[in-house]
């Protein structure tokens, strides 16, 4: 059980640090809200007092002899600011303490999170996008606020995560991960592309996405700038990754290739259908009156992961590039004989090989894969939640990266 200080400030989506604060303490966590005063116009302190057991305070002169402005920054495992607005990130980024919360922040020593919730101007605003940055370099974790709907009728970049995404940026700060990705970019494609025969009809495969979207979230909560590449993935983003939704392995293509410029890896978890068929039909394909079977003719697609080693210029080193194996044992070989071939062919610097012999990980929770690297290393990770596979495989690449 952690000590947390939930610092919620003045805007609308104070009401979803409700819901914030309910995924901390139904997981045991001891949690003190610490609102400003304009927050308490959004959610009163009758609702913190309820949903953490703890009375509520905004000023640094109110219940005096406890110093509350010292203890509760003092005594916290974590502290998060959710949400926190254009104002609180000003006044903390200069050092103010003209209230609790700031005050809390002052004299925390734990790691601070800060959840973000304005309006896309406010958010854009050089101002606001310097104390950002001020904060972010003085160690805090500044997540990138959410793109979509905001109060009233206009929708941008400012709303504020939601608070499972926030809770699972806190979980991963709370267990120490490190930080190791900040000030890094990287691209990771997920899921499997569709091939489309007729309007109606397409081949594609059993990928869920699942594993691809815990290494974008991995990489966020490490501090990564994230680009996912989704090929039909029906899971939601994960907080602060820029998500491009495709369909076909040619979208596919064109978007991690686009995406990995200046990238600092690239990870091909997706999916994507070797083959296409040859021909689309405009009209759906019907049943021929003898009963015949049309027969489908398939040509190959791109290979975009042996296309991202054969562009990446000869003389330097990023992106790091890795890929998947799904593979089968059969009379040729082992699993790993088909992996260690297949990371000799597409000439990346990490395959993470997965044996799906028994179609058992498809959309599975769990995993069970073994990493090989270009350097002839073979590290099986064991069966692990597809989450901390995902930190593993960035454990290997932060390694290599230099
Ligand atoms: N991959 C790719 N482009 C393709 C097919 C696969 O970039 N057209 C990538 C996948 O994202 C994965 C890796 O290649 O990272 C291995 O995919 P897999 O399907 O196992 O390999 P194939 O090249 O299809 O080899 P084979 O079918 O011969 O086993």
Not at 21 to 46: C, I, K, M, Q, Y
Request: with cysteine.
């Amino acid at each position: 059980m952690s000590s947390i200080v939930l610092g919620v400030s003045g805007g609308v989506a104070a009401y979803k640090a409700a819901l914030l604060l309910r995924l901390f303490t139904e997981s045991g966590h001891d949690v003190r809200v610490v609102p400003t005063d304009s927050a308490l116009n959004f959610v009163g302190a009758a609702t913190w007092e309820a949903l953490s057991g703890h009375p509520v305070q905004t000023a640094t002169f109110d219940n005096v002899p406890e110093v509350p402005h010292v203890r509760i920054g003092q005594s916290a495992d974590l502290v998060i600011v959710a949400p926190a607005t254009a104002n609180t990130l000003a006044r903390a980024a200069q050092g103010l303490a003209d209230d609790l919360l700031t005050n809390t922040l002052l004299t925390a020593r734990c790691p601070v999170v800060f959840a973000p919730a304005m309006h896309t101007e406010m958010w854009e605003h050089p101002a606001t996008q310097a104390n950002v940055a001020t904060l972010r370099e003085r160690g805090a974790i500044v997540i990138d606020p959410a793109v979509g709907r905001l109060t009233g009728a206009d929708s941008g970049a400012g709303r504020l995560p939601d608070p499972e995404d926030i809770y699972a940026v806190c979980v991963n700060v709370l267990a120490g991960r490190p930080r190791d990705l900040a000030g890094r970019r990287v691209v990771v494609s997920a899921g499997g592309t569709r091939e489309f025969l007729d309007p109606v009809r397409f081949l594609g495969n059993r990928s869920s996405g699942r594993q691809g979207l815990a290494l974008a979230e991995a990489a966020a909560a490490r501090g990564a700038e994230v680009t996912l590449v989704a090929a039909n993935v029906a899971l939601p983003t994960p907080a602060g990754v820029e998500r491009i939704d495709v369909t076909t392995t040619s979208e596919l293509r064109d978007a991690v290739l686009k995406s990995s410029v200046g990238a600092d890896a690239v990870v091909m978890a997706a999916a994507p259908a070797d083959f296409r068929p040859a021909t689309y039909a405009d009209a759906k394909i019907k049943k021929r009156p003898d009963g015949a079977a049309p027969t489908i003719e398939l040509v190959e697609n791109p290979d975009i992961l042996a296309e991202l080693v054969r562009t990446r210029p000869a003389d330097v080193a990023e992106p790091f590039i890795a890929g998947f194996a799904a593979e089968t044992g059969d009379e040729n070989g082992g699993v790993l004989d088909h992996a260690r071939a297949k990371l000799a062919r597409k000439g990346c610097d990490l395959l993470v090989v997965n044996d799906v012999s028994g179609g058992g990980v498809f959309g599975q929770e769990d995993n069970d894969v073994l990493l090989l690297t270009a350097d002839g290393e073979a590290q099986p990770v064991g069966q692990r939640p597809k989450t901390e596979v995902a930190h593993v495989i960035w454990d290997t690449i932060v390694q290599r990266l230099g």
